[in-house]
T-cell receptor
Framework: QKEVEQNSGPLSVPEGAIASLNCTYSDRVSQSFFWYRQYSGKSPELIMSIYSNGDKEDGRFTAQLNKASQYVSLLIRDSQPSDSATYLCAVSDSGGYNKLIFGAGTRLAVHP | DAGVTQSPTHLIKTRGQHVTLRCSPISGHKSVSWYQQVLGQGPQFIFQYYEKEERGRGNFPDRFSARQFPNYSSELNVNALLLGDSALYLC?????????????FGPGTRLTVT
C-alpha cells in the first residue's frame, strides 16, 4: 500500500512568519511531487510541482525535495491570513499513468 | 481560458439510485482523471482516461464506471448508490497522460446519498 503521510495540524503561525509543511511518502520510485491548497468547501488548487532533489522557489512558496529520505516540504514565507487553508501533498504513482496519491492534508491557520 | 468545468455542482440522491457526473477539461488537455474526496481525507484516485481510453483504475467497485468522449469531456457513472458514496467528486485535467504532467482540478460535484 503506497502511502503519503502528513501531520493533520492545525499548524498555527502568526502573520508574517514562515510556515513549514512536511510530507513523507512510501514509494521510492515516485518521480513527481505536488502541493495543492484547498480552502474549506472548495476544490484543490495546484501551487507547486517539484521533480528533482533540492529547492524550487515560486514567489513566497518554496518546495523542497529529498528523494533519499522520501521527504517533501513546503515553506510559505511572510504568511498571510489568506494562506489559511488545508495543504495537500500529492505524489505520482509509479505505475506508469497519471495517478496521484494524496496525503490527508495539513490545516494551516495564520493569525493576525 | 476556461478552467475545468464540472456539473452538476451539488446532487442529492437516494440509496440504490444511479448518478452521472460530467466534466470538461481545460482546452487542449487530453487527459481526465476522477477522484473521490471524503470529508477530512485527501482525494482518492478513481479513473484516468486519455484519448478516450482508460489508462488507470483505482480501488473502487465495478459500480463505478467512466468514459471519455471525442471532445475529451468525460462522464463518471455510479450505480446502486450507497450512503458511503457521499463525497466530493473531483475531475482533474492534464495535457498528457504521464506522471510528470500537472493536474488541475475542477470545482467538484458534491454528492449526498440519503
Amino acid at each position: 500500500q503506497k502511502e503519503v503521510e502528513q501531520n493533520s495540524g492545525p499548524l498555527s503561525v502568526p502573520e508574517g512568519a514562515i510556515a513549514s509543511l512536511n510530507c513523507t511518502y512510501s514509494d521510492r520510485v515516485s518521480q513527481s511531487f505536488f502541493w495543492y491548497r484547498q480552502y474549506s468547501g472548495k476544490s484543490p488548487e495546484l501551487i507547486m510541482s517539484i521533480y528533482s532533489n533540492g529547492d524550487k522557489e515560486d514567489g513566497r512558496f518554496t518546495a523542497q525535495l529529498n528523494k533519499a529520505s522520501q521527504y517533501v516540504s513546503l515553506l510559505i514565507r511572510d504568511s498571510q491570513p489568506s494562506d489559511s487553508a488545508t495543504y495537500l501533498c500529492a505524489v505520482s504513482d509509479s505505475g506508469g499513468y497519471n495517478k496521484l496519491i494524496f496525503g490527508a492534508g495539513t490545516r494551516l491557520a495564520v493569525h493576525p | 481560458d476556461a478552467g475545468v468545468t464540472q456539473s452538476p455542482t451539488h446532487l442529492i440522491k437516494t440509496r440504490g439510485q444511479h448518478v452521472t457526473l460530467r466534466c470538461s477539461p481545460i482546452s487542449g488537455h487530453k487527459s481526465v482523471s476522477w477522484y473521490q474526496q471524503v470529508l477530512g481525507q485527501g482525494p482518492q484516485f478513481i479513473f484516468q482516461y486519455y484519448e478516450k481510453e482508460e489508462r488507470g483504475r483505482g480501488n473502487f467497485p465495478d459500480r463505478f464506471s467512466a468514459r471519455q468522449f471525442p471532445n475529451y469531456s468525460s462522464e463518471l457513472n455510479v450505480n446502486a448508490l450507497l450512503l458511503g458514496d457521499s463525497a466530493l467528486y473531483l475531475c482533474a485535467s492534464s495535457s498528457d497522460a504521464g506522471t510528470a504532467y500537472e493536474q488541475y482540478f475542477g470545482p467538484g460535484t458534491r454528492l449526498t446519498v440519503t
